[in-house]
């Protein structure tokens, strides 16, 4: 699948067909010799810790960006808790009340950002 000088070609096409395969799920060319690898390593199926099935190689960016089970920080206390979990602490933290240093006030916590502008 790459270009090669007409001189080269008919060498370059004997050893590909030799020592070349593509694999029959990502269409990659790879190595005879490791074309094994290339399949346990790449496309194994395996099962994230909220049980939805993968290849291998999917799992990490599964992990990162959409996992329920991935770990997420809420933008209040900073707590560490699951993604999945995160929209209903955020709500029930964001209605928790600190006092504000500055006019006394109970704030919601949720305000607190916004509150200085509307302090005085």
């Not at 810790?49 to 291998?56: G, I, N, S, T, V």
């Not at 799992?59 to 699951?82: F, G, M, T, V």
């Not at 029930?92 to 109970?106: F, L, S, V, W």
Request: with cysteine.
């Amino acid at each position: 699948e790459k270009d090669i000088p007409v001189v080269n070609f008919l060498m370059h096409e004997i050893h590909c067909r030799r020592n070349i395969e593509v694999c029959c799920f990502c269409s990659e060319s790879v190595p005879k010799s490791q074309m094994k690898n290339h399949i346990e390593s790449e496309h194994v199926q395996v099962t994230c810790k909220c049980q939805m099935q993968m290849e291998k190689s999917l799992l990490k960016d599964h992990e990162a960006s959409a996992c329920p089970l991935r770990p997420a920080l809420c933008q209040y206390c900073n707590i560490q808790l699951a993604f999945s979990k995160l929209q209903d602490h955020e709500i029930y933290c964001g209605a928790r009340t600190e006092t504000c240093g500055g006019c006394g006030r109970h704030i919601l916590v949720k305000d607190l950002a916004e509150h200085p502008l509307v302090c005085g």
